[in-house]
Each structure stands twice: as structure tokens, then as C-alpha cells.
């Protein structure tokens, strides 16, 4: 190949690099400077926080609870925008709770009726549920720290706790960063 058919070759090349990594910069600063960390759906990185009365303290991520025994409800609630029928699954509370082991005193008659999941948004929104309401032993309802809604993950990816049988929506609580267990 002659020498100026070589340059030639050369120079089209680089100016299809640089016309490549000016595209990519390009979409790189459309992106929004607002969106959230963390918030890409279905992320290894999304995790929720499991602790106060527990003996292990733990950051489990989307991937772990689904490696839980995963639970499907349907169930209906009303929220400010009429009444809402989801289908949710995900893991049991109870098996997601019982993972970090709560501290229950076998001293104490019925310890585990003292105690509450406090469970948090990542907008700080708080709801909580009795150990009862969810123990097979007292009402059992089976509630989830669900990882899609009709067959769907949340656009932000976070879990969401489902409480079958609240008439409104308040304690499903969306966008779960931490479920605490206190006295
Ligand atoms: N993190 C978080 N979860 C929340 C709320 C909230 O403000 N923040 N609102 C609750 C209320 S009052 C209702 S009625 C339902 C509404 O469900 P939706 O957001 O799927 O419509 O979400 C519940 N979960
Ligand atoms: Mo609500």
C-alpha cells in the first residue's frame, strides 16, 4: 500500500474515533444532573438496611432477597388516587427479618410480642408493623418485601413492603432503604 494511501487510511480512522467519543460525550452530558445515585433498576448496588434488635446487622441487596423463598399476593389498597389491585413478589418479611435473628429473650414470656418493624422509604416516609401482625404464631399475614409489582420492579428498584389486608395504602411502604426492629 503506498505511504499516502496509508496516512490517508490513518487519519479516516481517527476522525472516526473522535467523532465516536464525541457522541458518547454528548449522551453522557444529556443525561439529567439530578438523577439519583443508586437508582438504576435492578442494581447489585440497591440495598436494604436490616438492623436495630437483631444479632446481625445486614445490607442485603435486590439480588439476595431474591434468592429468598419468593411469595406472590394480589391484593387491594386505597391511596389519594382511587383504589389500586397489585400483584407483588418477593420474600416473606418474616424470612428476610429472621435472617439478621432477632433478639428475642427466651426469659420473657412472649418476648416477640414487644416487638415492631419500623420500616423506612428513601424519603424518609415511616411505617411500622407488629412482629404479630406477620408471625404465623398470632395473625400471620403474609407480607412481603416485595421486588415487583405485576410482575414489574419499581422504576427506582427498590423494594416495597406489602401489607395485605390495610385498607389504604399507607403502611406499603415503597422505596424501602431499612427495616428496623425495636422493643
Ligand atoms: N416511601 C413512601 N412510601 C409510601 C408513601 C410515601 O409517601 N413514601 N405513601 C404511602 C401511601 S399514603 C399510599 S396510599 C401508597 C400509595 O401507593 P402508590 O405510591 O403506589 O400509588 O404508598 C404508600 N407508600
Ligand atoms: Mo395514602
Do not use: C
Request: charged share 15%.
Amino acid at each position: 500500500m503506498p505511504y499516502r494511501t496509508v496516512i490517508r487510511r490513518l487519519a479516516g480512522l481517527a476522525t472516526a474515533l473522535i467523532a465516536v467519543i464525541a457522541v458518547s460525550g454528548a449522551a453522557a452530558a444529556a443525561q439529567p444532573a439530578a438523577t439519583p445515585p443508586a437508582a438504576n433498576t435492578g442494581s447489585h448496588r440497591i440495598v436494604v438496611q436490616i438492623d436495630g434488635a437483631v444479632q446481625h446487622r445486614l445490607r442485603l441487596t435486590n439480588q439476595r432477597l431474591a434468592g429468598l423463598p419468593q411469595h406472590t399476593v394480589t391484593v387491594t389498597f386505597q391511596s389519594g388516587s382511587g383504589p389500586q389491585t397489585h400483584t407483588y413478589t418477593g420474600p416473606l418479611l418474616l424470612d428476610v427479618l429472621n435472617l439478621a435473628g432477632p433478639r428475642f429473650n427466651p426469659e420473657i414470656k412472649n418476648d416477640k410480642l414487644r416487638y415492631a418493624v419500623t420500616a423506612t422509604g428513601s424519603d424518609d416516609y415511616q411505617a411500622l408493623v407488629a412482629w404479630a401482625e406477620f408471625d404465623p404464631d398470632f395473625a400471620g399475614t403474609t407480607m412481603l418485601v416485595a421486588l415487583t409489582e405485576d410482575g414489574t420492579p419499581p422504576a427506582d428498584g427498590r423494594p416495597r413492603l406489602v401489607v395485605p389486608g390495610d385498607l389504604k395504602g399507607g403502611r406499603y411502604v415503597s422505596s424501602l432503604v431499612r427495616l428496623h426492629l425495636s422493643r
